[in-house]
């Protein structure tokens, strides 16, 4: 069951103060309690009874198949070494000791995190506050540990609450296995009945953690974290977590659910690989999140119900800012995004299997920099296969997209008519096979209403469009946006190109509203014929320049080139500004419109 926890948080700026653990007397003959005055070795069934230091020179080793039974709010610190069923590290061979904490005997007794000091090596110090009798239960691995004689191989570790630890920025966390500054390795290690995050890495702590299972924290109060924590870890080499079982709560993805991430990653340098988010029985809420953080996400199979990976902001590797590499996953979603990337990430998100995402879209790129390769997505239930907005940089390459509800590419927030202004963003899409057959609504194109969506559409950018295969209804639509298009396959039905002008009435960009924002648009070696469209190209207030462009041949009466005026003369029709900055310097024609003038040139058209 879950235990009552009241925590009260306050920053406190002191002087050098204590520890996690205060000093506690030298063991007595049984080593149930105290400091551990020399090596011993644990079989069969032990009790610990109160906490328990494993002091720098000392070895406890914990022989397989050992019941450890401890009391409740007890703790084990380890400034030496601890060997639990390893043989790598000395223990007689492989087997599954238990670590079990017994509960309170009178729960509404306060424990020990009563008022406590939280001190961290920085000599940071954190007022912390919990009642809780459990609070306080677990097992610290302190930096002096050494590597080679420490280690868990095979372990239960049931029922522990977990102990509060400050991190290097301020924060506190509850772990209920703390590894602070140690390379160690963790593996079979199963936890149950976890109130807290059964794993916290920090400090630059690099280890190892695999073939374990893990379980989404208990406590109904405030108590419950992330499965597993990393922060402020790794540095020269990666903490690695590989191969491991994550179960999760369910509890819902909105901000009041108070659903978590199975593994929560912070100012890390990561190796996160083979891991299965995916229990039926235990279904997570979210995945993975990184803040700040660099390494490799790969052969991960996540299903989840709210996001699977989150990625935010970035982080310089040996002084050199690298990309977060997503790669090879298999990842569903019931409501949420398959893959999140925001906050002036930067990533590659490499062949990938992304599906799902009833209320979202395949991929979501917000103020980042991504390069999206390689992957399937869909089908999609919520919206587009990859939506970017904000100042975004992205590089969109040999992807297979298909089933989406809504557009397969979206650049930038375009359907509605709102006060946000959307940023200009630049974009290469290359190489992708597209097929759009979803409905699309809009407050923004003339007449409103449905109407089928467009393989891509592109909104205050500027955009690469190369050698692409595109199906559907619509081809490529570009709103307010310079487009450089060439050698794509596009079989539209109905428009394959249109190239159009933004009327700012609304004030969705800043700036004056009588201002209309053209479009300019080169298309060249572009192949329309596996289709009969009713309109090759649509353009209107804006200007187009067309170059080699094989068309199909039209029905009598059909209109191959539709160019249009919508409403008055406007001698303020022109280019986005922020565009301008974003043409590459190899773009084939000068970046400049001509205003009230609706500007179609073609040369070497074959029919």
């Known amino acids: 069951p879950s235990r009552k926890a009241n925590v009260l948080l306050m920053m406190l700026m ?106 961290h090596q920085n000599q940071m110090q954190r007022y912390y506050d919990n009642i809780d009798p459990s609070c306080g239960e677990g097992i610290v691995f302190k930096r002096t540990v050494d590597g ?229 997505i869909g089908p999609v239930g919520g919206y587009n296969g990859i939506w970017t907005i904000g100042g975004s940089v992205t590089r969109i390459d040999n992807n297979s997209i298909t089933g989406t509800t809504k557009e397969p590419i979206l650049i930038n927030e375009f359907q509605f008519r709102t006060q946000r202004s959307p940023n200009p963003q630049f974009t290469s899409i290359e190489y992708n096979t597209i097929t759009s057959a979803g409905t699309c609504s809009s407050t923004t194109i003339e007449g409103q209403g449905d109407y089928p969506c467009p393989a891509v559409l592109v909104f205050s950018a500027v955009a690469n469009v190369v050698g692409n295969n595109l199906t559907g209804v619509h081809g490529i639509w570009a709103h307010a946006s310079i487009v450089n298009a060439r050698q794509n396959t596009i079989n539209a039905e109905n428009i394959a190109v249109m190239i159009r002008h933004y009327d700012n009435q609304d004030g969705v960009f800043a700036g004056p509203s009588n201002i209309e924002y053209a479009s300019l648009g080169y298309f060249e070696d572009n192949d329309y014929t596996g289709t009969t469209p009713t309109q090759v190209f649509n353009v209107t207030k804006s200007t187009m320049i067309a170059r080699s462009e094989g068309l199909p041949a039209l029905a009598p009466g059909q209109q191959p080139i539709r160019l249009a005026w919508a409403g008055y003369e406007n001698e303020n029709v022109t280019l986005l500004p922020g565009l301008l900055p974003l043409v590459p310097n190899d773009f084939p024609i000068p970046a400049r419109v001509i205003a009230n003038a609706t500007i179609f040139q073609f040369a070497d058209f074959g029919t």
């Open 148 to 376: 080679a004689q420490t280690g868990i191989e095979g372990a239960t570790i049931s029922g522990a609450y977990g102990i509060p630890s400050i991190l290097q920025n301020g924060d506190t966390a509850l772990g209920a296995v703390i590894i602070e500054g140690a390379s160690i390795s963790l593996k079979q290690v199963v936890f149950t009945q976890i109130n807290s995050t059964n794993v916290l890495v920090q400090d630059d702590a690099a280890p190892t953690i695999e073939a374990s299972t893990f379980s989404a924290g208990v406590d109904e109060q405030d108590a419950d974290g992330a499965a597993l924590q990393i922060r402020e870890a790794g540095s020269l080499q990666p903490v690695t977590i590989s191969n491991n079982l994550f179960k999760g709560a369910a509890k819902g993805c909105s901000s009041q659910d108070g659903g978590r991430h199975s593994i929560y990653i912070r100012n890390s340098y990561i190796l996160i690989d083979g891991n299965n988010i995916n229990d039926n029985t235990a279904p997570a809420d979210f995945g993975i999140y990184t803040k700040a953080s660099v390494g490799h996400i790969n052969a991960n199979n996540i299903k989840v119900n709210c996001n699977g990976i989150d990625l935010n902001s970035r982080r310089s590797l040996n002084g050199i800012v690298q990309p977060t590499i997503v790669n090879n996953n298999q990842i569903e979603t019931d409501t949420g995004a398959p893959v999140t990337a925001y906050d002036n990430t930067l990533v590659t998100i490499q062949g990938n299997t992304l599906k799902g995402a009833s209320e979202s879209s395949a991929i979501q790129v917000s103020d980042a920099e991504a390069h999206i390769t390689g992957n399937q």
């Open 14 to 119: 002191l002087s050098v103060f204590g520890g996690l653990m205060a000093a506690v007397p030298v063991a007595s003959a049984a080593t149930s309690s105290g400091t551990i005055g020399a090596s011993e070795t644990w079989s069969g069934s032990h009790s610990v009874t109160g906490d328990l230091l494993i002091p720098a020179g000392v070895k406890v080793t914990v022989q397989p198949n050992t019941q450890v039974t401890l009391n409740n709010g007890t703790k084990i610190v380890v400034e030496g070494n601890l060997c639990v069923s390893s043989t790598s590290c000395g223990a007689s061979g492989n087997g599954q000791t238990t670590f079990t904490w017994r509960p309170p005997n009178d729960q509404s007794a306060y424990g020990d995190c009563t008022g406590l000091t939280l001190v």
